[in-house]
Each structure stands twice: as C-alpha cells, then as structure tokens.
C-alpha cells in the first residue's frame, strides 16, 4: 500500500533551520497536492504549507517568509525548509498527500509524524 514517511525532525535553538523531508512509496500513478500539517499537544492540527501538482504553493501566515515548500515528483517526495525557527514553531509536523495508486485507487495519506522542537 501507499504510504508516507517523514523525516529530518529534531531539536534547535532558536532562530535555527531544519529541513523535513516526506517520500512516498508503494505503486503510485499519480499525487495531487501535497502538504504540510502540525500539531503542538493540546491544540488542533493546522496547515503549514501546501503545494498542487503544478508547483502552486501556499503557507499559513504564522510561517510566511520563513518556511518554503518544495515537491520533487521524481522521487515522490516534498520537502519543508524551515529558517528562523521559533518556540512557537514546535510540534509534530505530518506530511500529507492526494495520492493516485495503481492498485489502491486514490486516497489521502498521512505520514507518521516527525517531531520538531524549538528550544535553547
């Protein structure tokens, strides 16, 4: 089956950069949009960053200017560089996708979460 995997989360001080990394695997035929997602214990999940299939792209307001989406198609892969990081910006970051399978059909899938922490 198809699925997602994250990687490149860690911890940094403040004003540090990280860079996540999400590929996915399985018979894919197609993806649609990629994203993004995050999630600070006790608060819901919101958007970071999302990119469709022709490289349009958008970022929440909290990460405007310091965030970046980027998506390879050859590899399956998208990819979230984060400069600047903040306190704030701690939580478990999810990478989700629109995936068209050969064999599954088409589904929305979700990686298992890598956990960014922000902290001097």
């Known amino acids: 089956q198809v699925q997602l995997v994250e990687s490149g989360g860690g911890l940094v001080q403040p004003g540090g950069s990280l860079r996540l990394s999400c590929a996915a695997s399985?018979?894919?035929?197609?993806?649609?949009?990629m994203g993004w997602y995050r999630q600070a214990p006790g608060k819901q999940r919101e958007l970071v960053a999302t990119?469709?299939?022709?490289?349009?792209?958008n970022v929440a307001d909290s990460v405007k200017g310091r965030f970046a989406i980027s998506r390879d198609d050859a590899k399956n892969a998208v990819y979230l560089q984060m400069n600047s990081l903040k306190p704030e910006d701690t939580a478990v970051y999810y990478c989700?996708?629109?995936?068209?399978?050969?064999?599954?059909?088409?589904?929305?899938?979700w990686g298992q979460g890598t956990q960014v922490t922000v902290s001097s």
């Open positions: 989700n996708a629109d995936v068209i399978g050969f064999r599954d059909g088409r589904g929305d899938y």
């Open positions: 399985g018979s894919i035929v197609r993806i649609n949009n």
């Open positions: 990119s469709t299939s022709s490289r349009l792209t």
